[in-house]
């Protein structure tokens, strides 16, 4: 099993300050670094590369590397060794970066860490098939087959019904606005009965409630990966107050949007071993101007 070829060491959250510079340094492993926001360099032997929101970096073994940053970096990181020979020598052919904003990725990257946090039984084994797909994703995207977006709370490519398909990407261009399921019917030329029926006969749940499980996952976004209020993100979600957002987060998540961000920071520059042996060297520095 490919999986099983790959073992996963250790992930982070981390939060670079401007003049925060990462040492030149190199390392026996495999390292990849999502960008989630922020501006600065990151250095790959004789290479500079711009670090903009959704990019990937390939970092290989032996390669020596260091970052800068200019403004707050957010980043996901995550180091890894590959045993697979085959998928070994495509990582070391492979190009360093690559741009994957809308892939899975950072959500892919997100669950290892929390298998990781809670090593639930087989957790090991869960990170090493998640990290399989994201290096596998990598590779596709470069052998110039791009990887579909990640659809959260289901896949529009698997649903076959054409007026609930049309229905869910109307919904999800135009969730930040004032939007009822009169305006979703209107803009698909159906009534309301039939737009609900055929929601609630594929998903299970009725138009309303998509729309609002879909703000919350934005809005899970905003939280985790910017600095805006709270107030600001149910603005920016569509929701008609923070009260309003308030409740319906707790009830979607078990707890507050506050909580969640609280207990997501407190996450951040946390090391997560995923292989118990491993320990991470901290490399960072603030520069003193």
Not at 121 to 128: E, H, K
Not at 203 to 209: H, I, N, S
């Amino acid at each position: 099993m490919l999986g099983s070829a790959i073992d996963v060491l250790w992930t982070a959250r981390y939060d670079y300050q401007p003049g925060w510079v990462l040492e030149p340094h190199r390392h026996n492993f495999f390292q990849m670094l999502y960008v989630l926001g922020g501006k600065g360099a990151f250095q790959l032997e004789d290479h500079t590369f711009a670090l903009r929101p959704g990019l990937l970096l390939l970092v290989k073994p032996e390669v020596v590397h260091g970052a800068t940053a200019s403004a707050v970096i957010k980043t996901l990181d995550i180091k890894f060794h590959v045993r697979n020979p085959k998928l070994r020598s495509a990582l070391l052919r492979a190009p360093s970066c690559a741009n994957m904003s809308g892939s899975p990725v950072p959500e892919l990257l997100e669950r290892i860490r929390f298998e990781g946090e809670h090593q639930r039984p087989l957790y090991r084994d869960v990170c090493r098939a998640l990290m399989a797909e994201i290096l596998l994703l990598y590779l596709r995207h470069h052998s110039g087959v791009e990887a579909q977006p990640a659809a959260p709370l289901d896949a529009r490519e698997l649903v076959q019904d054409s007026l609930l398909r049309r229905g869910m990407d109307y919904i999800r261009k135009n969730y930040a606005g004032t939007l009822g399921v009169n305006d979703v019917a209107n803009a698909l030329g159906c009534c309301d009965r039939s737009l609900r029926q055929h929601f609630r006969n594929v998903l299970g749940v009725g138009p309303l409630e998509y729309l609002q499980r879909y703000r919350v996952a934005r809005a899970k976004e905003l939280i985790e990966y910017s600095d805006y209020s709270l107030k600001e993100i149910a603005v920016r979600v569509g929701f008609r107050n923070v009260q309003h957002f308030t409740r319906l987060f707790a009830v979607a998540e078990g707890q507050s949007p506050g909580a969640w961000r609280q207990r997501y920071r407190e996450g951040i520059r946390k090391d997560v071993c995923i292989n118990p042996h491993f320990e991470n060297a901290n490399r960072t520095r603030q520069v003193v101007s």
